[in-house]
């Protein structure tokens, strides 16, 4: 998209920002920009810029409103830190930068404006990328970035511009994990992964935390689905942990650009050996961990508090993040986990033990097979886990003690390129609506068992498959529609076409064995 499509005024610049492809437009001419530099160092060069648009946006918007009623306050930072707008130094505003664009020393001056920032914004420190002077950094290519970036909702203030900005961040961060392949899947999971867990939990208030957040696309679902709901942003409180310190950047700058306030932690060592929210009880749990860790340093931590339902093995963390997360639950609280699907049946290194001990205990209260070329990282099949403290927490929710809800969405999603799929709105609509009328939500709907798609099983039920919790045990195979025809009728139909078909094959055999033998090729 060039600058100047970006940057019409009125009517048309709104309508265009806000129709689907308006992003994938932007990202294109992006990508272009790029030329021969990798998609994971790119995507700071790019993200970072992004970043500095949004908040220098919101300070002159800020800015604005208070030079119309006070000139001193214009110019006092608490008046924004108290309105969650980080304050900007002059020689860090956008304007500035844009009207420098072309100049060689442009890298130099975006280093000095971000940490200005970082330097006025303690929540910022150490957060944002400092490394565009560094020679190897095409300057013309940064100075077409910034013209590029400077149309992204140039005529929009407020609200509107806030939810540009980061619509735009968002799906940048999407196709920058497309392109790093299985490194990208580090930091993203797929939005509409997302959407299922965020939609079946329906975290409208209470804190949310996830103890491996990547660059936090779980809260950004969840502060999406609070304001489609009518609910406040300020009703829900973010937690979470990350190990990986670039990531965690990402993290912040992500949530930053969205508004939404966080208290997201880092250490290298990562949430089972330092758990840095360690007396944390989060009403919401979302996690994407990575699947099937062998190297998690589990011989360390045998004798830890949080293996209430036995030590995980050494070889294999899935069960230690079940049991993590777990521990983390709030008395009536509920978290989504996608895992690998052989955390379903595994029964190696005591894993068996482990998930006979979680139902007993009826902590699972719903699991979700999803189809296969979901994920940027892996083609390695994946499941949802959903825990529950509290089978029975009352508000107007039905006694699901001794059930376990399975759904088999294995045959959902469609292709979106060769090698990667997505679930539909619809068909993640129709996953929650399926656990809100199970769970006997207000207005939810009766709850049926559907062949092939839906089941809600007894732990005794559960118990005689050896406590394996894949969905297909469970919901059987789809029902065949009924054509009408009776049984009888139908096999009488399909024998005497069966004969005649085995007739016509043996005058076929016999016409064939006849020109054999005329050309000479007869036994």
């Not at 006025?120 to 420190?125: A, I």
Request: proline share 3%; with cysteine; aromatic share 10%.
């Amino acid at each position: 998209m060039a600058k100047n499509d970006t940057a019409k005024s009125g009517n048309g610049a709104t309508e265009k920002k806000n129709q689907l492809g308006f992003e994938a437009e932007l990202f294109k001419t992006a990508d272009k920009l790029r030329g021969n530099m990798e998609p994971s160092d790119y995507k700071h060069v790019a993200l970072g810029l992004i970043f500095l648009k949004y908040i220098s946006d919101a300070f002159e918007a800020k800015h604005k409103a208070l030079l119309a009623e006070d000139f001193q306050a214009a110019e006092d930072k608490d008046e924004y830190l108290a309105d969650n707008v980080f304050w900007v130094p002059k020689e860090a505003r956008w304007s500035h930068l844009q009207a420098n664009a072309k100049l060689p020393s442009i890298g130099t001056l975006i280093d000095d404006a971000m940490r200005a920032i970082e330097k006025d914004n303690e929540s910022l420190k150490g957060v944002l990328p400092k490394d565009y002077a560094r020679p190897a950094l095409n300057k013309v290519m940064l100075g077409e970035l910034i013209d590029l970036i400077s149309g992204i909702a140039l005529n929009e203030e407020g609200d509107q511009s806030k939810d540009i900005l980061g619509r735009v961040y968002e799906y940048f961060l999407g196709q920058f994990a497309g392109a790093e392949g299985k490194r990208g899947g580090e930091f993203y999971t797929p939005r509409s992964v997302v959407r299922v867990m965020v939609e079946m939990l329906e975290p409208y208030s209470g804190r949310i935390y996830d103890p491996c957040c990547g660059s936090g696309g779980m809260f950004v679902q969840s502060e999406k689905f609070v304001k489609e709901h009518g609910g406040r942003i300020g009703d829900i409180a973010v937690y979470g942990q990350e190990s990986n310190y670039t990531t965690w950047r990402l993290a912040k700058m992500n949530l930053a650009v969205r508004g939404i306030d966080s208290d997201i932690r880092w250490n290298n060592e990562g949430s089972f050996h330092k758990n840095e929210l360690r007396d944390l009880k989060a009403d919401y749990i979302l996690a994407n961990p990575p699947f099937n860790i062998s190297d998690w340093g589990g011989d360390r931590l045998r004798e830890d508090v949080r293996w209430k339902f036995g030590a995980p093995p050494t070889g294999n963390a899935n069960y230690a993040w079940l049991q993590h997360i777990y521990h983390h639950l709030a008395p009536n609280g509920t978290a989504g986990v996608v895992l690998a699907n052989g955390s379903m049946s595994s029964n190696q290194s005591g894993e068996g033990d482990i998930r006979k001990a979680m139902l007993e205990a009826d902590t699972v209260d719903c699991m979700v097979a999803l189809p296969g070329q979901l994920f940027y990282s892996t083609q390695i099949p994946a499941c949802l886990w959903f825990l529950a403290r509290n089978k029975n927490p009352g508000n107007d929710l039905r006694d699901r003690r001794g059930q376990v809800l399975f759904i088999d969405a294995r045959k959902m999603g469609q292709l979106v390129d060769r090698t990667r799929r997505e679930l539909t709105d619809a068909e993640v609509q129709k996953i929650a609506d399926t656990y809100h009328a199970w769970r006997g939500e207000k207005n939810a709907g009766e709850y049926a068992d559907v062949a092939g798609f839906c089941k809600s099983a007894t732990l005794e039920e559960i118990a005689k498959h050896g406590h394996v919790l894949t969905p297909g045990r469970y919901v059987g195979a789809a029902d065949v529609a009924d054509d009408g025809e009776p049984f009888e009728e139908k096999m009488a139909r399909l024998s005497k076409q069966w004969r005649e078909q085995r007739q016509q094959a043996a005058k076929l055999d016999a016409a064939i064995e006849a020109n054999l033998k005329a050309l000479g090729y007869a036994e």
